[in-house]
């Protein structure tokens, strides 16, 4: 990640990072490693990010070991191992690199990042319309919600989708042999990911098949109704796409994706849903979850799409000194100054102080290569009267001030 990109990182990040915590997630750290099995039986033996994508090793005891695929399980098997699930509500959030064993393309990479938010404890459509609302903020604080859409589904209890599976098992078993590859495949190990298929033949075969809002039980439809009335309520339009099924196994009830024409297939910018059954799936108490994961990386790049230019970091304030005698009380100034500055602002402005010597004159140039608004000037004369001199480079004016009023300068809320 070199420094241009790495930048418009960090801007999203710290955008979404705010979001969620105006919304009391309180971030977690997971780790890479954990045990396969955690996985194998989260995310659901006959996934393909168990079956073929997973970065597995054998430990020196013969563990064996996976690097994470993605972070739900981590935090449920991290939260309930040390008792935070038990008769109690959490939101959370985590962060960083994720590995799948994929065929890497434009957006599809087999290491890539996801901010994922997780709320346990909550049964109601009103923390599945928190998620996607949240979600709706990032795209409208990143500038980008013009190109980003939302679908949504319900996938029923989880009897319900048990029935519906079987239910979809019976219909294509004839039709196996006209299946494509990976359908017939899937047709034993996941059967509802054969609705997702990019096969023409194989969608034409599913005209007739069973259809999963009729077998989704009445008290599932009665929560996606409420989900439905409070995204209304909330201005946040979406499509409902009834072959929505995702493909990690723990979903019930609902689940969502927020999709983009402009990054070609990678289309899922991210995506999510509830998860009722993994918490008890995974050795805890039957506890209502749900959440979301945003993939980093292809947000980079819809952002890159509408914001050609990476997010300035320039330099704000740029201090220069007249000759070496000053050089070191220079350096003081801008401790002393980068202190006061960061005591006063959450995002303080950055002061760089010049290296190097030269003529004030050779230093203004650089200060204006910078970027930056200000310049502050210590000379000898400054100096013996404990003053700076502020210079205002976008309009030249320039004024001679205590270091304290310089401060409120800088600190206006216009600057
Ligand atoms: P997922 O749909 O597998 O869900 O991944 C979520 C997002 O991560 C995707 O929408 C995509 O933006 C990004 N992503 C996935 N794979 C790649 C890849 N190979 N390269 C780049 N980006 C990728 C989950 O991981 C669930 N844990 C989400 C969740 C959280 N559900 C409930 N809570």
């Known amino acids: 990640m ?34 396969t099995e955690l996985f194998a039986r989260g995310v659901g033996e006959a996934t393909d990010i168990v079956e073929k994508e997973m970065y597995t090793l054998a430990d020196r005891d013969g563990d064996s070991l996976s690097l994470r695929p993605e972070g739900t399980a981590s935090c449920v098997r991290a939260l309930q191992e040390h008792g935070l699930l038990y008769n109690q509500t959490q939101r959370v959030f985590y962060s960083g690199p994720m590995f799948r064993y994929e065929k890497p393309q434009k957006g599809r990479y087999r290491q890539f990042y996801q901010i994922g938010a997780e709320a346990f404890g909550f049964d109601g459509p009103d923390v599945d319309a928190e998620l996607i609302v949240m979600g709706a903020q990032f795209w409208q604080a990143l500038g980008i919600s013009e190109r980003v859409y939302l679908e949504i589904n319900t996938l029923g209890s989880g009897g319900a989708r048990e029935a519906y599976r079987q239910a979809l098992v019976d219909f294509l078993t004839p039709l196996a042999a006209e299946l494509d590859e990976d359908s017939q495949r899937r047709l034993h190990t996941n059967p509802m990911r054969i609705l997702d298929s990019k096969n023409e033949h194989t969608q034409s075969l599913l005209v007739d098949a069973p259809r999963l809002p009729d ?27 009834p072959n929505l099924v995702r493909g990690l196994d723990y979903y019930t009830h609902t689940v969502f994706e927020w999709l983009t024409d402009d990054l070609g297939a990678q289309g899922a910018v991210c995506a999510g849903g509830r998860y009722n059954g993994l ?18 990386d292809r947000v980079a790049l819809l952002h890159e799409v509408v914001h050609q230019n990476a997010p300035s970091e320039a330099v704000d304030v740029y201090l220069c000194y007249g000759g070496e005698a000053l050089m070191s009380a220079a350096q003081q100034a801008g401790v002393r100054l980068r202190a006061e500055l960061s005591k006063q602002a959450a995002e303080p402005l950055k002061l760089r102080v010049h290296m190097g010597g030269g003529s004030f004159k050779k230093q203004l140039k650089r200060a204006n290569a910078s970027g930056a608004k200000w310049a502050i000037l210590l000379g000898a004369e400054e100096l013996n009267n404990n003053e700076l001199t502020l210079k205002n480079l976008v309009d030249g004016s320039q004024q001679t001030l205590s270091e304290a009023a310089l401060l409120m300068q800088l600190l206006q809320p216009n600057n």
């Open 279 to 296: 918490v008890e799936r995974l050795g805890g108490k039957a506890t209502a979850a749900a959440g979301f994961a945003m993939g980093l």
């Open 215 to 241: 077998f989704v039980d009445a008290d599932s439809q009665r929560h996606f109704t409420e989900l439905r009335s409070l995204l209304d309520d909330f201005d946040v339009a979406y499509r409902i796409n």
């Open 2 to 35: 070199l420094p241009l990109e790495a930048r418009r990182w960090r801007h999203i990040e710290a955008h979404v990072h705010a979001i969620l915590r105006s919304f009391a997630y309180e971030e977690v750290q997971l780790p890479l490693l954990e045990f």
